[in-house]
C-alpha cells in the first residue's frame, strides 16, 4: 500500500505569508493527488486537482506542483479566509490534515 | 448547481443501526460514482465507503466491512448508507461526496455538509 505523509501538522502563519503544505508519498504514484480545504464546522472544499490544476472558483493564489513523490499546496499570499485545515488525497486516503491558523 | 444533502443522523446505543441517506440535485446524478466520507471529532477525513455508477460494484473499509451497506437509487437521485452494529468508534460526521475519474485517479468535487452520528449509551 502506498503511504502518504503531510506535513506539517499545523502551522502559524499572518496575513500576506507565503504557505506551502506538503503530502509525501512512499513511492512514485498517480499524479491524482487533490487538495482540499475545509473550515470549521463545514464540509471540505476541493481546492486543486491532479496535483496542479485549480478548481473552477478557487482564486489563484493557491497552486499545486509535484516534484518526484513530494506534492505541495501553495497559498502565495495568505488572505484572512484561509485560515483553516488543508488536507491531500490520493485514492482512498487522505493525509492526516495541516492547521493553518493566524500567528 | 450541484447539491448533496445528507440527512439520517441521530443518536444510537452501541449495536444499533441507522440509514443515511444523501439526496443529490442540480445534475445527472446517475454518471458518477459516489463516496461516503466520515470524520470522527476533532480528527482527520476517512473514507468509508464507495459505489459505482449504476450500483454493480460496493466497496469498503475495513473497520466498517461487513456491518454497514452502501446503496443508490438513481430513480430518486439518492445515495444512502445503512449502519449495523454501531460502535462508539462510527462517531463522526458522515459526507457524502461525488466522485470525478475512474481507476485510482479521481478527486471528489461535491460535498453534502454532513449529518452526525453519535454512538453512545
Known amino acids: 500500500d502506498i503511504q502518504m505523509t503531510q506535513s506539517p501538522s499545523s502551522l502559524s502563519a499572518s496575513v500576506g505569508d507565503r504557505v506551502t503544505i506538503t503530502c509525501r508519498t512512499s513511492?512514485?504514484?498517480?499524479?491524482?493527488l487533490n487538495w482540499y480545504q475545509q473550515k470549521a464546522g463545514k464540509a471540505p472544499k476541493l481546492l486543486i486537482f491532479a496535483a496542479s490544476n485549480l478548481q473552477s472558483g478557487v482564486p489563484s493564489r493557491f497552486s499545486g506542483s509535484v516534484s518526484g513523490t513530494d506534492f505541495t499546496l501553495t497559498i502565495s499570499s495568505l488572505q484572512p479566509e484561509d485560515f483553516a485545515t488543508y488536507y491531500c488525497?490520493?485514492?482512498?486516503?487522505f493525509g492526516r490534515g495541516t492547521k493553518v491558523d493566524i500567528k | 448547481e450541484v447539491q448533496l444533502v445528507e440527512s439520517g443522523g441521530d443518536l444510537v446505543q452501541p449495536g444499533g443501526s441507522l440509514r443515511l441517506s444523501c439526496a443529490a440535485s442540480g445534475d445527472t446524478f446517475s454518471v458518477y460514482a459516489m463516496h461516503w466520507v466520515r470524520q470522527a471529532p476533532g480528527k482527520g477525513l476517512e473514507y468509508v465507503s464507495a459505489i459505482s455508477r449504476n450500483g454493480d460494484y460496493t466497496y469498503y473499509a475495513d473497520s466498517v466491512k461487513g456491518r454497514f451497506i452502501i446503496s443508490r437509487d438513481n430513480s430518486k437521485n439518492t445515495l444512502y448508507l445503512q449502519m449495523g452494529s454501531l460502535r462508539p468508534d462510527d462517531t463522526a460526521v458522515y459526507y457524502c461526496?461525488?466522485?470525478?475519474?475512474?481507476?485510482?485517479?479521481?478527486?471528489?468535487?461535491?460535498w453534502g455538509q454532513g449529518t452526525l452520528v453519535t454512538v453512545s449509551s
Open positions: 513511492q512514485i504514484t498517480s499524479s491524482y
Open positions: 461526496a461525488r466522485k470525478v475519474g475512474s481507476g485510482d485517479s479521481y478527486y471528489f468535487d461535491y
Open positions: 488525497q490520493l485514492g482512498l486516503t
